[in-house]
T-cell receptor
Framework: GAVVSQHPSRVICKSGTSVKIECRSL??????MFWYRQFPKKSLMLMAT?????????EQGVEKDKFLINHASLTLSTLTVTSAHPEDSSFYIC??????????FGNGTRLTVT | EDQVTQSPEALRLQEGESSSLNCSYT??????LFWYRQDPGKGPEFLFT???AGEEKEKERLKATLTKKESFLHITAPKPEDSATYLC??????????FGTGTSLTVIP
């Protein structure tokens, strides 16, 4: 149980284009979803928290106009990186929880911006 | 300031050589401590939740314990397939989670 699916697993895009990453909870309803960014040998850096049907809450220093988060249903959240630049290249991971459950993570998306 | 520190940063063990990973925390109001396993290029996989000092959880060769200031992940007779990065996280309030930087475990056959 508690499976979170994230797609795509890898994406390469050109500088200036946008890319969308999907995160789905497959067997539970995710009241809250989280988006993280992970740098090599570093901890998970929380980017934003979203509740279904509400606007996402972004962490300090994360540009909300650049990283668009939509949590339209209890099983789907999307992260769109707009006008991507090489410095946006990173490993993005989503997680989801239902009520008071632990966080359950997707398998991440490796974004490379050329 | 709420903080989670994991040690050691990296650990190399011979197959069968038991050891422990440490997660120390300074938070105001612990509402759960979580252990995850992360394989390279993958998302973290949930292992355990601990809520109160003295609590212990076990799964196969792993055993997690909790005190008021730290948690240990004990690995008994590890196998090469236990090689991964182990992350701990603490929940403070609501949806506020703090993660450590992980311990990279390598088990040598």
């Amino acid at each position: 149980g508690a499976v979170v699916s994230q797609h795509p697993s890898r994406v390469i895009c050109k500088s200036g284009t946008s890319v969308k990453i999907e995160c789905r909870s497959l067997d539970f309803q995710a009241t809250t979803m989280f988006w993280y960014r992970q740098f090599p040998k570093k901890s998970l850096m929380l980017m934003a928290t979203s509740n279904e049907g509400s606007k996402a809450t972004y962490e300090q220093g994360v540009e909300k106009d650049k990283f668009l988060i939509n949590h339209a249903s209890l099983t789907l959240s999307t992260l769109t990186v707009t006008s991507a630049h090489p410095e946006d290249s990173s490993f993005y991971i989503c997680s989801a929880r239902q009520g008071d459950s632990p966080l359950h993570f997707g398998n991440g998306t490796r974004l490379t911006v050329t | 300031e709420d903080q989670v520190t994991q040690s050691p940063e990296a650990l190399r063990l011979q197959e069968g050589e038991s050891s422990s990973l440490n997660c120390s925390y300074t938070v105001s109001g612990l509402r759960g401590l979580f252990w995850y396993r992360q394989d390279p290029g993958k998302g973290p996989e949930f292992l355990f939740t601990l809520y109160s000092a003295g609590e212990e959880k076990e799964k196969e060769r792993l055993k997690a314990t909790l005190t008021k200031k730290e948690s240990f992940l004990h690995i008994t007779a590890p196998k090469p397939e236990d090689s991964a990065t182990y992350l701990c996280a603490v929940r403070v309030t609501g949806n506020q989670f703090y993660f450590g930087t992980g311990t990279s475990l390598t088990v040598i056959p």
